[in-house]
C-alpha cells in the first residue's frame, strides 16, 4: 500500500481544518509499522483513507498497484474485501455470533461460503490461540480474547494489508503484549504490511518501523525494537 500527497479537510466553511497536509507513506510487506502521535495529530483520518473508508481531498492511495482515484463505493468497498483486513480497539464483534462465526463473517462478504469458509475460519482462530474457544460468544471471551477473535477475522481473507486502531487499548499490559506478539507474527509474512496507530510506547518494541505525526505532517521516521534486534 502506498500513499502519496494525502491531503485532507474535515468540515465546512469557517468550520473546515485541514487534517492531513501531504501525506506520504508506504506500506512494506513484511514489516509491523507503528503510527504514533498526540491525540488530533491526524492518525485515524489517515487510518480511515488507507483503508478507503474516507477519500481524500488531495493526493492517491494505491493497494496493490491499484489506485482509489475515481473508484465509486462499490469499487471501494470490493477493493476493501479483497485486500484490507481490519483491527479495531472495541472488537466490533457481534455478540449474536461464536466466534467462528464471527470470523467466517469476513469470509461470507466475499462470496465464500460452506465448508472450506468453516476450516478457513477454524484455522484462523488457531493461529491466534483459540482453537479452544471456536463456540464461544463473546460474553464469554475476556478482552483479550475478543481481540483475538478480531485479528482472526482481519486475517481470514488473507489480505495484503492489516489495519490496526489502537488494538491494545482496551487492554491490560499483558493482554496487550500478547496482542501486538500475535500481529508481529503475522507481520513477518513477506507478502502482508500491518500497520498498527497507536500512541503506547509501550508497543514499541513489537515495530519494526515508527512514524510520527503531528498536526498532520509525517516528521520523523525511526526504527523499532524488532529491527535494531534483527
Keep these: 500500500m502506498e500513499a502519496a500527497g ?14 492531513l497536509k ?3 507513506l508506504a506500506l512494506k510487506g513484511g514489516q509491523l509499522t507503528l503510527l504514533m502521535g498526540p491525540s488530533g495529530s491526524g492518525k485515524t483520518t489517515l487510518l480511515s483513507i488507507l483503508g478507503c473508508m474516507l477519500t481524500p481531498t488531495e493526493g492517491t492511495v494505491r493497494v496493490r498497484g491499484d489506485s482509489i482515484a475515481g473508484k465509486n ?19 466490533h464483534l457481534f455478540p449474536t455470533l461464536s466466534a467462528a462465526d464471527n470470523v467466517r463473517l469476513a469470509l461470507d462478504v466475499r462470496g465464500e461460503t ?3 469458509a468453516a476450516d478457513k475460519s477454524r484455522a484462523a482462530l488457531d493461529r491466534v490461540g483459540l482453537s479452544n474457544k471456536t463456540r464461544n460468544y463473546p460474553r464469554q471471551l475476556s478482552g483479550g480474547e475478543q481481540q483475538r477473535v ?17 488494538p491494545t487499548a482496551a ?9 501486538m ?12 504490511g ?6 503506547d510506547p509501550r508497543l514499541v518494541p513489537f515495530a519494526d518501523r515508527i512514524i510520527y505525526i503531528e498536526d498532520g505532517l509525517i516528521v520523523r521516521e525511526e526504527s523499532g525494537g524488532a529491527q535494531r534486534r534483527s
Excluded at 463505493?73 to 472488537?91: C, M, T, W
Excluded at 506478539?181 to 507478502?191: R, Y
Excluded at 500491518?194 to 500512541?199: D, F
Design 73 to 91: 463505493p462499490e469499487d471501494l468497498a470490493k477493493l476493501r474485501r479483497e485486500n484490507i483486513g481490519f483491527v479495531f480497539q472495541s472488537y
Design 150 to 166: 478480531a485479528i482472526a477475522r482481519a486475517v481470514v481473507g488473507d489480505p495484503s494489508v492489516i489495519l490496526a486502531d489502537e
Design 6 to 19: 494525502i491531503a485532507k479537510d474535515l468540515g465546512h466553511g469557517a468550520g473546515q481544518i485541514r487534517a
Design 22 to 24: 501531504g501525506v506520504d
Design 194 to 199: 500491518v500497520l498498527v496507530v497507536t500512541h
Design 181 to 192: 506478539a500475535i500481529l508481529a507474527t503475522i507481520a513477518k509474512d513477506p507478502g502482508r
Design 114 to 116: 460452506g465448508r472450506d
Design 171 to 179: 487492554l491490560d499490559t499483558e493482554n496487550g503484549k500478547s496482542i
